[in-house]
């Protein structure tokens, strides 16, 4: 177990800390607005060349782009799982195609993820202070894991190019849940898996609403990092709110 100080706040006896992978480990607006702008062009290109322009502005919209590498508060990218995003799109793109199926969506989307495999060193971007806090969670044997909204797959191989998948003592990605947040289901997901049974020595580290929400519908405990998607009822909600990952330091139980 680990006692983790938080914004000089105590919180102590920590059996399990439960990360959120992008705006809370990785730069959120780095990775998904270079994914956002990748699946817009590929879908985009589907339709004629006067229609491209509409069509690329329209999907970088709803897929929550704002700006040229800003991910909207609202999302519904770094909030909704990955067959959210698909069908938003999918309903999006045949009100333009009426032939386009939910399946060319779908192999659109892992199209573009080869892209974003050979795109790594340019769009992911570890946030301040994540390799010490997770060195120290480790060293304190502390049990470590992740709960995203993005699909399993492409979470481990991110975390293996950074170096970090052997920190984690189990990894959810929303593709292996029946409901992704802010539904309890990742959360139960990893209590069993690592036979987690007293939720007061739990702790979820997440930049959204939807992390609060899912750990409050979780009954465990909170940290709300503001480097992500953090709206103002995230902000006023959050039982403990740091800048960043920086701010929260950990020492052995005895």
């Known amino acids: 177990m680990a006692n983790l100080i938080v914004a000089e706040e105590p919180?102590?006896?920590i059996e399990l800390v439960i990360f959120d992978k992008d705006g809370t480990l990785f730069d959120l607006h780095r990775y998904w607005s270079f994914v956002i702008i990748e699946r817009a062009k590929y879908f985009s290109e589907m339709f004629s060349d006067y229609e491209i322009n509409s069509i690329y502005l329209k999907l970088v919209s709803i897929m929550g782009l704002v700006g040229e590498d800003k991910i909207?508060?609202?999302?519904p990218i770094g909030i909704n799982s990955r067959n959210h995003i698909v069908e938003i799109v999918y309903k999006f793109l045949k009100t333009e195609d009426n032939n386009i199926s939910i399946q060319d969506v779908e192999e659109g989307f892992s199209?573009?993820?080869s892209t974003i495999d050979n795109n790594f060193d340019k769009v992911?971007?570890?946030m301040p202070g994540v390799g010490s806090l997770l060195s120290s969670l480790k060293e304190s044997k502390c049990?470590?894991?992740l709960a995203t909204t993005d699909i399993s797959n492409r979470t481990n191989k991110v975390l293996m190019h950074e170096k970090m998948f052997e920190y984690?003592?189990?990894i959810v990605g929303s593709d292996q849940v029946i409901n992704s947040k802010p539904s309890v289901d990742m959360v139960d997901l990893i209590l069993n898996s690592l036979n987690v049974k007293n939720k007061k020595n739990v702790v979820l580290i997440g930049d959204s609403i939807a992390d609060l929400k899912m750990a409050k519908n979780?009954?465990?405990?909170f940290i709300g990092v503001k480097t992500g998607t953090n709206s103002d009822e995230f902000i006023r909600n959050s039982e403990f709110l740091v800048d960043n990952l920086l701010e929260i330091e950990v020492s052995s139980s005895s």
């Open 111 to 113: 199209i573009v993820d």
């Open 218 to 221: 979780a009954n465990i405990n």
């Open 11 to 13: 919180l102590n006896d």
């Open 143 to 145: 049990l470590i894991a």
């Open 124 to 126: 992911i971007n570890k």
């Open 168 to 170: 984690f003592d189990c």
């Open 72 to 75: 909207s508060n609202e999302g």
